[in-house]
């Protein structure tokens, strides 16, 4: 199941990404035809607050999703309420290009990360496009709650 958020929807699209969900961002200039190029070429379902985006995307058969609200919360309820969100994939995605990140050697983050971080963790991940490093710390926790407050309330 890919995705792709408008340029509206930024923040959403980082939390998809948290989720592990394959999600495209547009940002920056791209018009609403090559949206739905993306959308028809990768099979990917359109989430849009654009009424007109929404009318032209389903013109061409497209599946996508209505999204009529600017709280992000309830943009996530509405994103995840029929999609079951695997705990083991958050964080499985880069959250700032939507590459999987892959599992590297804690000896290799040495240098990268602070020493407290590199102390009180033993996994971490590496995107390789944008040589960002990951890591299950205190932000992680707070994903895993916000995903359990969201889920509570579906
Ligand atoms: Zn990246």
């Excluded at 495209?24 to 018009?31: L, S, T, V, W």
């Excluded at 996530?76 to 050697?105: G, H, P, Q, W, Y």
């Amino acid at each position: 199941m890919k995705f792709l958020c408008d340029q509206m929807l930024g923040t959403l699209a980082k939390w998809m990404r948290i989720f592990g969900f394959d999600t495209f961002y547009a940002n920056g200039e791209i018009d609403d035809k090559e949206l739905i190029d993306i959308c028809s070429k990768e099979n990917r379902i359109l989430i849009t607050r654009d009424k007109i985006l929404i009318q032209i995307a389903r013109r061409e058969n497209l599946k996508t999703i209505d999204i009529n609200t600017i709280d992000i919360d309830e943009q996530i309820k509405k994103v995840i309420s029929d999609r079951e969100i695997d705990l083991k994939k958050v964080l499985s995605r880069c959250i700032l290009c939507n590459t999987a990140v892959d599992e590297i050697k804690k000896d290799e983050v040495k240098d990268k990360v602070l020493k407290k971080v590199y102390d009180n963790n033993e996994k971490f991940w590496l995107c390789k496009k944008c040589d960002k490093i990951y890591w299950k710390g205190s932000h992680y926790e707070n994903m895993i709650d916000k995903i359990n407050e969201i889920k509570k309330l579906l």
